[in-house]
């Protein structure tokens, strides 16, 4: 374990604090870079260490400029922040998955904290400690330092840009040393459980940096509930709407059968008899004209009248 001078940044015993947004945005040298670096923000056009990206600090600790070479230790430190999760362990003269930067007194215990997402724990060639994550194929959004500012552009991996071939992209991020003894953890504290991976194991996909918050990914939530209702009620009404017409067309149609039967009941004329009443009344035609009412009688012949009778 390396025999570092080491910094007490401020105690760590709550998860209540988490990143800022724009912590977990890569920031890169240029668009065209194949690494770049979480908890950084741009100043006069230059990436620099963001410290609102740390845990909260103790007074009187100094800002700067290689925080992502390892900056100091949290102590009595017993948890990883919000967000991170617990990758390294080591006990002062015990077990060890991780050379840690800044060395363990007696009694000590250390946690080694990186975001989630598919980072892991790195010793860098300068054997400073920090956190990484090796993504060669995926998308990620990606920020550069500009004149003018901050600038956001969707990052493909991989990539070919003019002659030039990016099949992996390469982010470090803040590596959290948290250290305590044990009597530092209280009876209703204790470390969250998690599983130790060695840093040995390198993601492949690229992990889901610039994230929606918590804030937007509840909202989401809540509108999609919402949308989710109004949908079915939608459809119970439009079920209800057809369901209502198809019951007034089966009542139209019974209505026009019924009367369809009423009308071929009075067509209709019992056995041995017409409508028109008895045969012997066919034997009496009445035929109207013009001048008055001739009654022709088919048994006597009549003879009509003269031309002028008729005129």
């Known amino acids: 374990m390396t025999s570092t001078t080491r910094l007490n ?21 240029c668009l065209t870079c194949n690494l770049g670096w979480l908890g950084q923000v741009c100043k006069d056009g230059q990436i620099t260490d963001d410290q609102a990206c740390w845990p909260p600090t103790s007074s009187g600790v100094p800002e700067t400029k ?43 215990t250390a946690l080694g904290c990186c975001p989630s997402g598919g980072f892991f724990a790195f010793r860098n060639s300068a ?15 990606l920020g550069t330092c500009e004149t003018s500012g901050l600038f956001y552009t969707d990052f493909a991996i991989p990539q070919t840009y003019s002659s030039s071939e990016i099949n992996a992209f390469t982010v470090y991020a803040p590596f959290i040393q948290a250290v305590h003894k ?5 009876t209703t504290t204790s470390s969250s459980p998690s599983s130790s991976s060695s840093h040995s194991s390198t993601p492949t996909t690229a992990p889901s940096f610039g994230g929606l918050s918590t804030g937007a990914k509840a909202g989401i939530g809540i509108g999609a509930a919402l949308g989710a209702i ?65 009654e022709m009688n088919p048994q006597e012949p009549a003879e009509l009248g003269s031309r002028d009778d008729r005129c």
């Open 66 to 108: 290689g925080a992502l070479g390892g900056w100091g230790i949290y102590s009595p430190g017993i948890i990883c922040p919000s967000g991170y999760v617990e990758i390294a362990t080591a006990t002062y003269g015990g077990q060890s998955n991780f050379n840690f930067q800044f060395a363990l007194r007696k009694g000590e």
């Open 182 to 186: 044990a009597a530092d953890v209280s």
């Open 230 to 294: 109004f949908l079915a009620t939608g459809a119970f009404l439009l079920w209800r709407s057809i369901h209502q017409k198809r019951n007034q067309t089966n009542i139209k149609q019974q209505h026009k059968l019924l009367g369809q039967e009423a009308k071929f009941r009075e067509l209709e004329a019992p056995h041995g008899q017409s409508e028109l009443g008895d045969q012997s009344n066919l034997s009496r035609v009445v035929a109207g004209s013009a001048l008055g009412v001739i």
């Open 127 to 141: 054997n400073e400690q920090t956190c990484t994550s090796v993504a060669t194929t995926g998308r990620i959004l």
């Open 9 to 29: 940044l401020g105690p760590l015993t709550t998860t209540s604090w988490s990143p800022p947004a724009v912590c977990n945005t890569p920031l890169a040298a």
